[in-house]
């Protein structure tokens, strides 16, 4: 996040095929801050479900600049990446505070939380898991996202915790 200290810019830097570790590395060693939201996305392989991450906007990167210094000419020469994004000669600035809002839906690796859509005495649907298909009563919602399930099982109730994109409102 910015402080009072330095005034930062952000940039959208259009990366090469398959090169944003290698765009991140280098920018973070010139002393630039990068940031990739990324996204949990579920495909089917056969007969099962996998969960892969996956760029929330791919062959993109968000690059911020301290306005004192206006190095920004330098991102275009790094290795991994293409080029800034521009409307003329200039390369154009992202709102500093459309980057913070995406940073505040993330967690510390980048990856999107997901939204909490049940409140505590919802009844719903367990979606994945052991406890597919299981109805139960949404007990809890915690701070980080965990939802907190009462479960009927062989006539006791059992305490379950889950993400929420495991649960649908019944």
């Given at each position: ?127 994945g898991g052991a406890f597919a298909e299981f109805i139960g009563r949404v007990e809890h919602v915690d701070a980080d996202q965990r939802v907190w399930v009462l479960l009927d099982i062989l006539g006791r ?14």
């Open positions: 996040m910015a402080d009072s200290e330095t005034t930062e810019i952000w940039f959208l830097a259009q990366l090469k095929p398959n090169c944003a570790r290698i765009a991140v590395r280098n920018l973070e060693r010139q002393g630039f801050r990068t940031f990739q939201p990324l996204q949990q996305e579920t495909v089917r392989r056969e007969t099962r479900f996998a969960h892969r991450i996956q760029p929330l906007f791919p062959g993109y990167l968000f690059v911020a600049v301290d306005a004192r210094d206006g190095g920004w000419t330098a991102i275009n020469g790094t290795q991994g990446v293409t080029r800034l994004v521009s409307f003329g000669s200039r390369p154009s600035t992202v709102p500093g505070d459309l980057v913070e809002a995406l940073m505040a839906r993330c967690d510390s690796s980048g990856r999107l939380l997901p939204e909490v859509t049940v409140k505590t005495g919802d009844e719903v649907v367990m979606t109730t059992t305490r379950v915790g889950v993400t929420p994109d495991k649960l649908r409102v019944a």
